[in-house]
């Protein structure tokens, strides 16, 4: 994706931590967002940043420093499920900017 | 509400045949996105409308790609003549005044031409 950078796959064990991080072109920002696609699926949002800092949202976090133009998803007690790509999106003005995704592999 | 509703989920053509890809954005939405989906160019944005308005199709890949919005409820892509690089999954979108809440997609239309 334009001006998204983050890893192209990260593998992790079930009922540990994952943070998944994402850098992003500091200009023209208006907030970040993360979505999950499953194989085979639509994405589904996860969350949205606009301003500095850490949002909790059960066992995913989001966390922006806008600064840096830096994002990171925490993930928390993984579960087999959480298998999936994970997109980090900046939100340009109504025009998204996707990342390419990070594919989770969560392993017993 | 329903969500997205996009169809077909799937479709297969032969080159050079017309394909038309249907959307039902969800009531009171604004925007409206289409988007194409493969593995190796990711998800790109092909066009997107405000109002049924046609705001940005800087995305839409050539002249043989066209879409329109006639009404609030209804948002078409049309693809004529197919070509086999255009297999991919075709994502439909929508968004209220506001992206707090983020895009609800469609389930897809995977095409492919053979």
């Known amino acids: 994706g334009q001006n998204i950078d983050q890893p192209t796959e990260m593998t992790a064990t079930e009922g540990a931590i994952v943070q998944i991080n994402c850098t992003y072109q500091t200009s023209g920002f208006n907030g970040l967002f993360w979505y999950q696609q499953h194989a085979g699926e639509a994405p589904t949002f996860l969350s949205y940043?606009?301003l500095d800092g850490l949002e909790e949202k059960g066992r995913f976090s989001s966390f922006l420093s806008r600064s840096k133009g830096y994002s990171y998803l925490l993930l928390k007690e993984l579960q087999m499920k959480d298998s999936a790509s994970y997109l980090c999106v900046q939100d340009s003005n109504y025009q998204l900017i996707w990342g390419a995704g990070t594919k989770l592999i969560i392993k017993p | 509400d329903a969500g997205v509703i996009q169809s077909p989920r799937h479709e297969v053509t032969e080159m050079g045949q017309e394909v038309t890809l249907r959307c039902k954005p969800i009531s009171g939405h604004d925007y409206l996105f289409w988007y194409r989906q493969t593995m190796m160019r990711g998800l790109e944005l092909l066009i997107y409308f405000n109002n049924n308005v046609p705001i940005d199709d800087s995305g839409m890949p050539e002249d043989r790609f066209s879409a329109k919005m006639p009404n609030a409820s209804f948002s078409t892509l049309k693809i004529q003549p197919s070509e086999p690089r255009d297999s991919a999954v075709y994502f439909c979108a929508s968004s209220g005044e506001g992206a707090l809440g983020g895009y609800t997609f469609g389930s897809g239309t995977r095409l492919t031409v053979v």
């Open positions: 940043n606009v």
